[in-house]
């Protein structure tokens, strides 16, 4: 670091994706002092805390990937669950952020005193720092439904993210509850080797057709050889990515959102036989209302003899199973709860209090929100990578943080070069986005009438409302005016 600037202290909450990033970032820009607080004993985030089987993610591997950490390893087009964690671990080896990390250290507060941040951990730890950066991500706290009776249940019942791997799962007898994209990629992960599966269903789900190729060795030994190749990959799938989706989300008329329902349509139809589990699998809402589900194997997974879909709202659990409201008892051995995760708590249950003792709590109340997903008002020198109100859907959040990074890296040089010692987004700035964003998201898909993990109390969409190429252009360079800063 320059002498002609200040030496800051960077606490950064989180060792996942965007924590990671961050850590890195920092380093590049000539910060040393770098602490990374991880509540896990490893690197990864959701990649590190899911683990059950079937996991992979619905971005392609080459644009879920480091821009400056291209892999030319990747085993397939869409990589498997222990692939993106293994890529994670690489990266902080060779990056050498393990020893910056402080492992199985769970923040619980963050105060902002004297112009810093004060941090404590769950064990009593202390630490003091210039800026925190709250990478803690958004799908980490299950949403664990309150059954009657679950006491009851004489078999295994564990949510998703939590996955008990001493319970046998073949030839049993497993149900699982709910239909997002784990419940997708379990059900076709245990259907050909669990003896009866048993898929509750809450909400059909649009089921967009894909193809997951592995790569040849040929193809990996011309990544190796020339990592242009794999930049192109990485350029034209952003592209299409956010010309065929992530910029057509905010236009609920698009005629691409069109053509989509369609291909999901044609999907069901033409691999869907008999009619009445066909109009079961029918969503009654606009494909992309809720995230689009990627898979090539559902379809052929719940058609299995040894599979049965239940519609049914389930009314308890029983020592034998769980009993729907039709009177049935679905007897089991295993019961998944795919239901989720609360999606509002981003740093929560973590307190933090800002300016004057203002708790983030009270700056919530009526839900999240964020100034362009990194800052609050009253908050000086916390942000948030992968905050409220920020683009979330089928692509890339790899491309989020390192966005938000750059000009994240931006706003502390103003406080590095003595141009100020705190800032954050003012109260003005803040009132005019969210208005504006507000009005914005009566526009997009997910208003369009159905019931998903984008919507607040009040039914109205918090992702980014706007293109994702405005995102990258307020990213490019802070409009400084929007800040209130001290000296």
Not at 65 to 78: D, G, I, K, T, V
Not at 361 to 373: E, F, Q, R, S, V
Not at 385 to 390: A, C, Q, R
Request: with cysteine; net charge negative.
């Amino acid at each position: 670091m320059s002498t002609d600037g200040r030496d800051l202290r960077f606490v950064v909450i989180g060792a996942g994706m965007a924590g990671l990033l961050a850590a890195i970032e920092l380093r590049k820009a000539g910060h040393d002092d770098v602490t990374v607080y991880e509540k896990n004993s490893g690197v990864g985030g959701t990649w590190f805390e899911n683990t059950y089987p079937g996991l992979s993610c619905d971005v392609p591997s080459h644009f879920y990937s480091y821009s400056f950490a291209l892999n030319p390893e990747w085993s397939r087009r869409y990589s498997s669950g222990p692939e993106i964690r293994s890529y994670f671990e690489d990266i902080a080896r060779r990056y050498e952020i393990y020893p910056r990390i402080r492992f199985d250290s769970e923040i619980t507060e963050c105060r902002f005193e004297d112009g810093r941040w004060h941090l404590r951990t769950k064990e009593g730890t202390r630490d003091v720092a210039d800026f925190v950066i709250a990478a803690t991500g958004v799908l980490h706290h299950p949403a664990i439904p309150a059954f009657e009776g679950m006491a009851d249940f004489a078999g295994a019942a564990f949510h998703s993210a939590r996955w008990d791997h001493d319970v046998p799962t073949r030839d049993r007898r497993v149900g699982v509850v709910g239909t997002g994209s784990s419940a997708i990629q379990i059900v076709s992960a245990l259907a050909d080797d669990v003896d009866e599966l048993v898929l509750f269903q809450r909400t059909a789900q649009w089921i967009m057709p894909t193809e997951n190729p592995p790569y040849s060795e040929a193809e990996h030994e011309e990544f190796r050889r020339n990592p242009g190749a794999m930049q192109t990959i990485r350029e034209e799938t952003a592209r299409r990515f956010t010309d065929g989706f992530a910029n057509i989300l905010v236009d609920a008329e698009s005629p691409i959102l069109e053509m989509t329902q369609e291909m999901c349509r044609q999907h069901l139809e033409q691999s869907v036989r008999d009619p009445v589990l066909r109009e079961k699998l029918r969503p009654t809402y606009r494909a992309a209302c809720k995230r689009l589900v990627l898979s090539d194997r559902f379809y052929e997974a719940i058609q299995r003899p040894n599979a049965r879909l239940v519609t049914e709202e389930i009314e308890r659990l029983e020592e034998k199973g769980v009993r729907t409201r039709d009177g049935a008892l679905h007897e089991l051995d295993v019961l998944v709860l795919a239901t989720g995760f609360r999606v509002d708590r981003f740093v929560r249950p973590m307190e933090v209090l800002g300016v004057g003792g203002r708790h983030l709590d009270d700056a919530w109340k009526d839900g999240p929100t964020a100034y362009l997903a990194l800052t609050v008002p009253d908050f000086p020198n916390f942000f948030l990578l992968n905050g409220p109100n920020g683009p979330v859907g089928n692509f890339s959040l790899i491309e989020v943080a390192e966005l938000q990074l750059g000009y994240l890296l931006q706003l502390v040089e103003e406080v590095r070069t003595r141009r100020c010692r705190t800032l954050c987004v003012s109260h003005r700035a803040m009132e005019r986005f969210d208005r504006e964003r507000r009005e914005a998201a009566r526009n997009t898909i997910w208003a369009s009438g159905c019931r998903s993990w984008y919507l607040d109390a009040s039914g109205l969409p918090t992702a980014w409302p706007f293109t994702f190429d405005r995102f990258r252009e307020e990213m490019a360079r802070p409009k400084l005016v929007d800040y209130a800063t001290t000296f």
